[in-house]
Nanobody
Framework: EVQLVESGGGLVQAGETLRLACGYS????????IGWFRQAPGKEREGLSC????????YYLDSVKGRFTISSDNAKTTVYLQMNSLKPEDTAVYYC??????????????????WGQGTQVSVSS
């Protein structure tokens, strides 16, 4: 059974940083991608970033390039999203997701097979 668990969310002030973690397990095979998404109230889900298992290729949404960085641990059990210079508009529930049997990164949520429960990030001005 594939499981993904997000952690690290919280309430911060604008300009501060947070690091989200996505612990994952149960993915079969070496080809997969882990993505980070967010959804704010009344808005559509956004694909923020992704990391490929095969070659470490990454994807970033333009609006977070230079502020957010995705990385993984050597054991390939956790993917992190380092978020710097946070803004009030970054307030949302953040989710990680796994794309199984395909290591191609994408910002489209429909390509992902498994999702975590989400963690709330709130940024005050």
């Amino acid at each position: 059974e594939v499981q993904l668990v997000e952690s690290g969310g919280g309430l911060v002030q604008a300009g501060e940083t947070l690091r989200l973690a996505c612990g994952y397990s149960g993915i079969i095979g070496d080809d997969y991608a882990i993505g980070w998404f967010r959804q704010a109230p009344g808005k559509e889900r956004e694909g923020l970033s992704c990391r490929s298992s095969r070659n470490g290729n990454t994807y970033y949404l333009d609006s977070v390039k230079g502020r957010f960085t995705i990385s993984s641990d050597n054991a390939k059990t956790t993917v992190y999203l380092q978020m710097n210079s946070l803004k009030p508009e970054d307030t949302a529930v953040y989710y990680c997701a796994a794309r199984a049997r395909n290591a191609l990164c994408s910002g489209w949520g429909a390509f992902y097979d498994y999702w975590g429960q989400g963690t709330q990030v709130s940024v005050s001005s």
